[in-house]
């Protein structure tokens, strides 16, 4: 019954998975295809699964759920951070990366316009779609937008983001047990809730435009 319980902590056991958690986030700016928010729910699983540890059943070394979600919402912010700064400072190399982009333009215009209207919301949204945290932060920084309009929203994103993907994790294990069932159905909630923020950001400026 245990089995896939302590598969599941022994991966995530002991302080390197903090390390693990925070770089993987920290770069999923850059590397979209880093399975950031998959590591955070199995992390999240394994923390679940230390509610038992006294009774010798699961591993007593997992995660703990503050630092967990800490961990993933800083690494967030930073990571916005650094693309942001790395894009401000890309002058016309990356201006002209962005042009040569039918996805990246649209994207910079419609983000230009919703800060602008004080529409940071949909920073928020887009930490949740595919590749939308690297394109809002590559576009905020390419645009020269003001950093007290991107970063206070990227940093609610971000501990959006963690709180959702943390969450999932635990109580999927709460509710299914500390299992790779658990895992996986957590999993399919993060997608879930990605494709409903894809749908919402492309309806934003439709509506906006209305």
Same mark, same amino acid.
């Given at each position: ?22 770089? &993987?986030?920290? $770069?999923?700016?850059? #590397? ?6 998959? #590591? ?10 230390? &509610?038992?540890? !006294? ?22 912010? $930073? ?8 894009? =401000? ?33 949909? /920073?928020? #949204? ?41 969450? $999932? ?5 709460? =509710? ?5 069932? !658990?895992?996986?159905?957590? /999993? ?23």
């Amino acid at each position: 019954m245990f089995e896939g319980i302590e598969d599941v902590g022994s991966l995530t056991a002991g302080p390197w998975i903090y390390v693990v958690v925070a770089l &993987s986030v920290l $770069l999923d700016v850059f #590397l979209p295809v880093l399975p950031s928010g998959v #590591l955070v729910i199995t992390a999240a699983t394994a923390a679940a699964a230390g &509610s038992g540890a !006294a009774t010798g059943q699961v591993p007593g070394e997992v995660p703990d759920i503050l630092a967990l979600t800490l961990c993933a919402a800083t690494a967030s912010v $930073l990571g916005d951070l650094v693309a942001y700064r790395l894009a =401000w400072r890309g002058g016309a190399r990356l201006d002209r990366a962005i042009a040569s982009s039918r996805r990246l333009t649209s994207a910079q215009e419609r983000l230009g316009t919703a800060l602008a209207r004080g529409g940071g919301a949909l /920073v928020v #949204l887009a930490r949740f779609a595919p590749a939308g945290r690297s394109v809002v932060s590559f576009s905020a920084g390419a645009t020269h937008r003001s950093a007290r309009d991107f970063l206070p929203w990227s940093a609610l994103a971000g501990l959006a983001w963690a709180v959702y993907s943390v969450a $999932l994790g635990y109580f999927g294990a709460q =509710w299914l047990g500390a299992t790779w069932m !658990a895992t996986a159905v957590s /999993v399919a909630a993060l997608f879930a809730a990605g494709a409903v923020a894809t749908y919402l950001v492309r309806r934003k400026p439709a509506q906006a435009e209305a």
